[in-house]
Every structure is written in structure tokens, then in C-alpha cells.
Nanobody, 121 residues
Framework: QVRLVESGGGLVQPGGSLKLSCAAS????????MAWYRQGPGKQRDMVAT???????NYADSVKGRFTISRDNAKNTVYLQMNSLAPEDTAVYYC???????????????WGQGTQVTVSS
């Protein structure tokens, strides 16, 4: 019953900014690591950024210094602030989370449906 829903994608000009959100809902007992992945046209799905439940972050080299991942545990939400966007950032961005469900559920990974980010002038 767990679902991850991304929002905030859209069309932005090079050099612009965009903030993505991903809200988890359902029978959630605990959310561990959350992450953002992306898949550009004709490319593999790659990790963009991760954040642990304690707030430790990790970034792909291609976005380091431009993107910031954060989370609001009270809202079961992870964010991705994207600055200085370039055409190569164009991709479908996917939310991912390791979640322990209520009622003694085991930890497992969940994916969102993805949100399109297009960087073009």
C-alpha cells in the first residue's frame, strides 16, 4: 500500500532552478534511505542523490554543487533542489525509498512514477 508520488517537474531554461518533491504515503512504519534517480533520453537510470534517515547525503559527480537533496521526516517527503540547470539535466526523475511498512513489514525499496524535467531554451 506504500506509494511514492513525485511532483515539481516541468520545463525550465538553462541556468534556471526547479525543486522536486516526493511524498510517501501508505502503511509506513519507518523510512530509511531516500534517493533521486534520473533517466535521460537513450540513457541508463542513474543515481542523482541519496539521503539517509540521519541526514547524510551523497551526490553524483555531475550534480555536485548544483543539486541539494533534503527530507522532511514528519511529512515523509524528500526534495531535490536543482540549480544551474543545463540541457544535459533533462530526464525523467524518479524517487526511491527504503521503507519498513506497518505491522512488522520488512524493509524494501519503492519507486515513484517519475516526473519529467526538461531544460531547454
Amino acid at each position: 500500500q506504500v506509494r511514492l508520488v513525485e511532483s515539481g517537474g516541468g520545463l525550465v531554461q538553462p541556468g534556471g532552478s526547479l525543486k522536486l518533491s516526493c511524498a510517501a504515503s501508505g502503511s509506513i512504519f519507518n523510512i530509511n534511505t531516500m534517493a533521486w534517480y534520473r533517466q535521460g533520453p537513450g540513457k541508463q537510470r542513474d543515481m542523482v542523490a541519496t539521503i539517509t534517515s540521519g541526514g547524510t547525503t551523497n551526490y553524483a559527480d555531475s550534480v555536485k554543487g548544483r543539486f541539494t537533496i533534503s527530507r522532511d521526516n514528519a511529512k515523509n517527503t524528500v526534495y531535490l533542489q536543482m540549480n544551474s540547470l543545463a540541457p544535459e539535466d533533462t530526464a525523467v526523475y524518479y524517487c526511491y525509498a527504503h521503507i519498513v511498512t506497518s505491522g512488522g513489514g520488512a524493509n524494501r525499496g519503492y519507486w515513484g512514477q517519475g516526473t519529467q524535467v526538461t531544460v531547454s531554451s
